[in-house]
């Protein structure tokens, strides 16, 4: 009995408590800020969400990227944190949604930097895919609020950063 019991002594000080295993940033600030490092082509949002990577070979067929937004100056004048963050979260998607494309398309095949037609293909690729801003976090000098923001934004394309690859080319 002494010796099962001290076996499963050292068995529960070997393992690893769940916040320990597979995490990205292992300093977690509160909010999940730690997300705010991932960039480029990932695995699965509810992973990077949580701060987690998956066990195994994964799909990385989300292109991610960190962008600023502002608040719209209603949302600032009427005062609500909601209305600041909602609008701050759109803003960021729609101000960076070209360049989101864009940097997807050049990552996956880097021979189209500076081409001309650059923006109107990466959009013509992309546009249709899902595309939405996995979280967010106040900036500036008030930090509380979301006059201004950063968010962690994505686009899913099937296949990731290969099968981009394929239809970019010429």
Do not use: H
């Not at 997807?104 to 095949?109: F, G, I, K, P, Y």
């Not at 109107?120 to 900036?139: I, W, Y």
Request: charged share 25%.
């Amino acid at each position: 009995m002494r010796l099962l019991s001290i076996l499963i002594l050292l068995f529960t000080l070997s393992c690893k408590s769940g916040q320990e295993r597979n995490v990205i940033d292992p300093v977690n600030v509160p909010n999940k800020l730690s997300v705010f490092s991932y960039v480029g082509w990932g695995v699965n949002p509810s992973f990077v969400e949580k701060g987690e990577l998956p066990l195994g070979p994964a799909e990385k067929d989300w292109f991610y990227m960190v962008v600023p937004g502002k608040a719209i100056p209603r949302s600032i004048e009427l005062n609500s944190p909601t209305y600041m963050q909602s609008s701050c979260k759109l803003s960021a998607m729609k101000e960076n949604q070209k360049k989101l494309y864009q940097d997807a398309v050049l990552s996956a095949n880097a021979k189209w930097k500076g081409a001309p037609d650059l923006e109107k293909k990466s959009f013509d690729l992309l546009s249709k895919e899902k595309t939405e801003a996995l979280v967010c976090k106040p900036t500036g000098d008030m930090g509380a609020n979301y006059k201004s923001c950063e968010c962690l934004i994505y686009v899913m394309f099937k296949g990731g950063k290969e099968e981009l690859a394929k239809k970019v080319i010429n």
